[in-house]
């Protein structure tokens, strides 16, 4: 098939494009490669993809839609996944405009770009951050997502709105997925499990907000990227309505629109975390306890019941697993010239 991805270069953009191009896709990438943190990841990243003749990259931003249009030229996409946003809670405190041109007028250029090309399947990338401080557990899709706490929340909400609107008028089959806590090799460095190792590895403490006591749902980028790609088979319709769809707000009975949370619903405490990460390095962390961030939530808690009624699959590799590899992969990249 032929897939057009935005955020390439980005940590989940890149895992999703190298698995559909290792099983003999054709991608066309698209990214900004913006400094919110070190290029040269990115661009390393995409060097890896571009190892291969099924993929080809755009480098240009969001707002610009000649250059989406130029993309879209290339790849003729069955499917579209957005993946390139402004990510980052705390980010959007310092710099809130990248966050409205990345992911309000970026995600509107995609839509208008759906509009016209007339994917079977549009992909849209959102975030357990919509779920605000929700004090009933585990999140569930149907939940309301009205009062986020953050920017960077509203703007995907934002996302997720228009794109039902979109739907609704073009019928531009559409699925809005949240990530919950996504972590792994080729990770950012601004997300908890990167800076941890980072600050163990060189001897300095560890900043520890809310005390510790806080829980998030860490999803493994294997398990996201799988279920991403199963999800890319099961474009919404009333063909594939499921008990699960329940509220018109999961799986609209107005629009071929259906929004899917992907987590495994197994929420990990804070201070297990980091003794997670203490194992895996073999060495203890200066602790730095710290309060509350602004904009920061005390849970997330995936219900993967959705995901799993439609694909038959839900996120299971274990913190251990899975903070284990990243650290192998910390290893090879920073201290043994590069890891593929």
């Given at each position: 098939m032929r897939y057009l991805i935005t955020g390439t270069a980005g940590f989940i953009g890149f895992h999703v494009a190298k698995r559909l191009i290792d099983d003999g896709h054709f991608v066309v990438g698209f990214d900004g490669m913006t400094p919110y943190y070190d290029v040269t990841l990115k661009e390393r990243r995409h060097a890896i993809l571009e190892r291969s003749n099924g993929f080809k990259a755009v480098t240009a931003m969001l707002e610009?839609?000649?250059?989406?249009?130029?993309?879209?030229?290339?790849?003729?996409?069955?499917?579209?996944?957005?993946?390139?946003?402004?990510?980052?809670?705390?980010?959007?405190?310092?710099n809130p405009k990248a966050y409205m041109d990345s992911n309000v007028v970026g995600s509107w250029n995609i839509l208008e770009l759906a509009k016209a090309v007339a994917p079977k399947h549009l992909m849209l990338a959102s975030t357990s951050s919509i779920y605000g401080a929700n004090e009933k557990i585990p999140f569930v899709e149907t939940d309301r997502a009205d009062e986020p706490m953050t920017?960077?929340?509203?703007?995907?909400?934002?996302?997720?709105?228009?794109?039902?609107?979109?739907?609704?008028?073009?019928?531009?089959?559409?699925?809005?997925?949240?990530?919950?806590?996504?972590?792994?090799?080729?990770?950012?460095?601004?997300?908890?499990?990167?800076?941890?190792?980072?600050?163990?590895?060189?001897?300095?403490?560890?900043?520890?907000?809310?005390?510790?006591?806080?829980?998030?749902d860490f999803t493994y980028i294997d398990d996201l990227v799988e279920g991403i790609l199963r999800l890319s088979h099961v474009a919404p319709s009333e063909d594939n309505r499921v008990a699960a769809d329940a509220a018109d707000d999961t799986l609209s009975r107005h629009a071929p629109f259906r929004v899917v949370n992907l987590g495994g619903g197994q929420p990990v405490d804070l201070m297990t975390f980091v003794e997670t990460v203490e194992q895996a390095l073999g060495r203890p962390a200066i602790r730095n306890m710290l309060p509350m961030q602004k904009g920061d939530v005390p849970r997330?808690?995936?219900?993967?019941?959705?995901?799993?009624?439609?694909t038959g699959f839900k996120p299971s590799i274990s913190i251990e697993e899975g903070v284990g590899r990243f650290v192998k992969w910390y290893a090879q990249y920073y201290h043994a010239g590069g890891a593929d």
């Open positions: 610009d839609r000649a250059a989406l249009d130029r993309a879209a030229g290339l790849a003729e996409p069955e499917v579209i996944i957005h993946l390139a946003a402004q990510a980052g809670v705390r980010y959007s405190l310092e920017l960077y929340a509203a703007t995907k909400k934002s996302m997720e709105l228009m794109a039902h609107s979109y739907a609704h008028l073009h019928k531009v089959p559409t699925t809005a997925f949240r990530f919950f806590t996504v972590y792994g090799p080729w990770g950012r460095p601004d997300m908890a499990l990167f800076k941890f190792v980072e600050a163990i590895h060189n001897n300095r403490p560890i900043d520890i907000y809310g005390e510790g006591r806080m829980s998030r997330t808690y995936a219900s993967p019941e959705l995901l799993e009624a439609l």
